[in-house]
């Protein structure tokens, strides 16, 4: 299981740089099937950096528990994987949604 999950986290790693260089945003679910009058509105670059961090940090969660697996039989490691996990997947949603102007070219305070 730990190989399979290194062997996952390599396409994550390869397209958390490409979208951390602000490039891809093709990739990104729901962009592309937007107008492009609502596509202006967003910065894109943003958005592209800000998904790039979402995919280093799966990649480092799947690393986590894939040493704590294959080198470490730990299942301490394997918990600290899984947990970090669980909290981005609840952090995410709540940060991106907290401020919906967040990726916006022109942020409305009124």
Known sequence: MGIAMIVTSIPLLIFAIVFSKGKGIGMIAGYNTMSNEK????DEVAVCKFTGKI???ACI?????????????SRFA???GITLTLLMTIFIPIYTNKNRDRFKKTKNNG
């Open 39 to 42: 596509r202006a509105q967003y």
């Open 78 to 80: 394997i918990g600290i």
């Open 61 to 73: 969660c799947l690393w986590i528990i894939a040493l704590g697996e294959l080198l470490f039989e």
């Open 55 to 57: 995919m280093y940090g």
